[in-house]
């Protein structure tokens, strides 16, 4: 069954069906699913890909199982929701097409569509009851304005019922109206009606079937008491893309510092919220009216200037922020004076601020939108939104033109998106892209961080050989300069860790040791606690457990600081690991499984390779054969789906040891061979259908061949 409300701005439809939806949700056990379409915000509405890869995710799609395209989220969608009893509101329709997509086709869930707009396509094709909200009776609206102001209507009954024709018993006029009077404890309702009606500024409440009149007119009235400089910050926060406005942003459109008093007056006359401490919003209607009377009585210079100011504050605070946490990440201008105290309260702000982000990266034009969209990347692919990366990436691009600075800004940035979810085909062509533009203007570092990306991707390929030759010419390129280069620690990285596949830990171990060193002399926390988690990773393969313990213990701590949620995920694993070789089992489950929630909500499938291996592991160590087979299952099919040769190679023997099948011993052995993994190797023929031991065998150390 389908209803679609509508009626005028401001009559209560979202009210209505929130209202309904908490009155029957006993009704629909499968639950509810509830999404604000935003179809009469200043910005785009919501498109029907993005809300269902919000409702997928909600009743249980992990992020690596959404569909790319509309027509697949579409069925995947009304298939899991077939034999379901479920409600779902979509509030603030623009259009049918909008969300004929999201009707599940099930004939028990029932759907409430909420808009200003009639929806008769939805009446005349997909059978939809249409229900049209009106405005309130005149008990109704007595009713309403005695719960805002209590005795006061009983006392003057009349005027208040005076007060509801002035109105034109609309919900939201009444509402101001009684803001008004709340505030003002010494004046009566009666004076209040005289004074609405001698300025005549609600007189548009009055005309006949011109119900969006009667809105305008009450939120004039709140306007036009301000003082000018009210008046102009009211206006001016009409252009803000986002949801909200923090205090420094509002001082940046104005120009001014002195906002907290204006602030607070905004929202004593309830033109704004101030829905959590130092930060504001609009209702909906609200911010189109300010946005009027900015267009209106601003100049297009005026708010040009308004909005380059807003601009400037967003992208040189996310400056200051990522290279805080973040400094070794590339990033194409730089130079910002670090303006944060700690990491912190770097990335508390970053948290605070990602809609707003987001929303300007796609509201700004050239240089404004894509060099935002740069500096903001590493925050959202270290805290796994992977989603607004995508985003900010492709408007980015978009918007990059034939800037070369720009292109290979913003290749570099969607190449990162598609990394994060192991597209290594689209990664490997962007990276490429980046490389490219990155050389033709002479820009080093941007050529270095390509070089060092596209060998990480051929190395998690099983290309090893491949991956050591970037490593040589990144290397080389970097050790070019005669000058520390801040991408040398990660660089060094990347070779220890080749070194490493092929079995070779006591050089891999050195490398690490000597990125550990660069990192800190640097002042490079994150990249500091990769180059201490590889090195505990490495440590652990020697059997030196307690050095492992040490080193991954510190990068967990200082992942924490930063915010990395994949990170955190990666150290946890590694740690794991380290209590399973001490035989504490309860802590490395309990690592394990803290480490697998956090790979499944970034969706980094790579990294939940490595995580349902440890948790195989310590069930198999714990004499679990059965539960340490069904997860080695698991994560054999998640790494060859995205083609993790060496996490393969590593599933087959954890299966060899489970289900005691000399077929997946020689399988992994097959590609170690193929691919040059000695550690691997020796595992398959050693412990592959005997024993487990993961550690290093004593002939696992074997030279083999010349250094990268």
């Known amino acids: ?59 249980g799609v992990p992020s690596d199982g959404l569909p790319t395209g509309l027509d697949e989220a579409v069925a995947m969608y009304r298939t899991l929701l077939s034999d379901k009893r479920m409600l779902v509101v979509l509030d603030n329709a623009v259009s049918a097409d909008q969300v004929r997509p999201l009707i599940p086709v099930s004939p028990g869930s029932v759907v409430v569509i909420t808009s200003r707009d009639r929806l008769d ?20 609206a007595i009713a309403l304005l005695r719960q ?45 009606v005289a004074a609405l009606r001698a300025g005549d500024p609600l007189a548009a409440l009055q005309i006949e079937g011109d119900s969006q009149a009667a809105v305008t007119a009450g939120f004039d009235l709140s306007y036009t008491a301000l003082k000018p400089d009210a008046q102009r910050l009211f206006r001016l926060l009409g252009l803000v893309p986002g949801p909200d406005a923090s205090v420094d942003a509002a001082a940046a459109l104005t120009g001014a510092d002195d906002v907290d008093v204006l602030l607070e007056r905004l929202a004593a006359a309830h033109l704004i919220e101030e829905h959590t401490p130092g930060r504001y919003t609009f209702h909906d209607l609200l911010r189109q009216y300010a946005w009027e009377r900015t267009t209106e009585q601003d100049s297009l ?42 990491h912190g309260s770097a990335l508390a702000w970053l948290d605070l601020e990602r809609a707003n982000l987001v929303a300007a990266v796609r509201q700004a034009e050239g240089k404004r939108s894509w060099l935002l969209a740069d500096t903001v990347r590493s925050y959202l692919y270290f805290r796994g939104h992977i989603v607004d990366l995508f985003g900010v990436a492709r408007h980015a691009l978009t918007t990059a033109g034939d800037d070369p600075k720009a292109r290979a800004a913003a290749h570099n940035s969607l190449a990162t ?14 990276y490429s892209d980046s490389q490219t533009w990155s050389r033709s203007i002479g820009w080093l570092t941007g050529e270095a961080a390509m070089l060092n990306n596209l060998g990480a991707i051929l190395e998690q390929q099983g290309d090893l050989d491949g991956a050591n030759a970037k490593f040589v010419e990144l290397l080389a390129l970097l050790r ?46 994150h990249a500091e606690a990769n180059a201490l988690h590889f090195l505990g990773g490495v440590q652990y393969l020697m059997g030196e457990l307690d050095e492992a313990l040490k080193d991954d213990s510190e990068a967990l701590r200082i992942y924490l600081s930063l915010g990395g949620r994949n990170d955190e995920a990666r ?32 969706g980094e499938r790579r990294t939940e390779t490595w995580v349902r291996s440890a948790l195989a592991a310590t069930h198999l160590a714990m004499d679990d054969k059965t539960e340490a087979a069904a997860e080695y299952e698991r994560a054999l099919a998640v790494a060859r789906a995205i083609g ?65």
């Open 301 to 342: 210079a005026e708010r040009e200037a308004a909005l380059d100011r807003l601009y400037e504050y967003y992208e040189t605070t996310t400056r200051a922020a990522v290279e805080l946490l973040y400094p070794y990440m590339l990033r194409i201008e730089g130079g910002t004076p670090k303006s944060f105290d700690d």
């Open 571 to 602: 150290a946890r694993t590694h740690l794991a690991n380290v209590y399973r070789g001490y035989g504490r089992y309860d802590e490395a489950m309990k690592d394990a499984r803290a480490a697998l929630v956090l790979a499944v909500e970034t």
């Open 1 to 59: 069954m389908i209803t679609a409300i509508d009626g005028t701005a401001g009559v209560g439809k979202t009210a209505l069906a929130v209202h309904w939806a908490h009155r029957i949700r006993d009704r629909f056990p499968d639950g509810q699913l509830h999404v604000n379409l935003r179809g009469y915000d200043l910005g785009p509405p919501l498109q029907p890909a993005q809300v269902l890869n919000q409702f997928l995710r909600a009743v």
């Open 417 to 430: 998106a598609y990394y994060s979810q192991n597209q290594y085909a689209e990664a490997v062509r962007h």
């Open 121 to 140: 396509g939805l009446v005349a094709m997909d059978g939809a009851k249409r229900v049209v909200l009106d405005v309130l009776s005149p008990k109704e």
């Open 148 to 192: 805002m102001l209590g005795d006061r209507v009983d006392e003057d009954l009349d005027a208040a019922a005076e007060l509801a024709v002035t109105c034109a018993y609309l919900p939201l006029a009444l509402r101001i109206a009684a803001a008004h009077l709340a505030v003002r404890t010494n004046r009566s309702i009666a004076d209040h």
């Open 644 to 708: 993790a040769r060496y996490e393969e190679c590593e599933a087959l023997i954890g299966l060899a040891l489970s289900r005691g099948d000399r077929g997946d011993a020689e399988a992994a052995l097959v590609i170690a061979d193929q691919i040059g993994y000695r550690l691997l190797a020796h595992q398959a023929v050693e412990d592959g259908a005997t024993r487990h031991d993961d550690r290093l065998l004593a002939a696992g150390d074997a030279e083999l061949g010349e250094d990268p």
């Open 480 to 525: 070019s300069t005669g000058e520390h280069h801040h991408l040398l620690g990660p660089a060094l990285i990347r070779v220890g860790n080749n070194l490493q596949c092929r079995g070779r830990l006591t050089e891999a171990e050195s490398y690490y040791r000597q990125a550990l060193e660069f990192s800190r002399a640097m002042g490079e926390r």
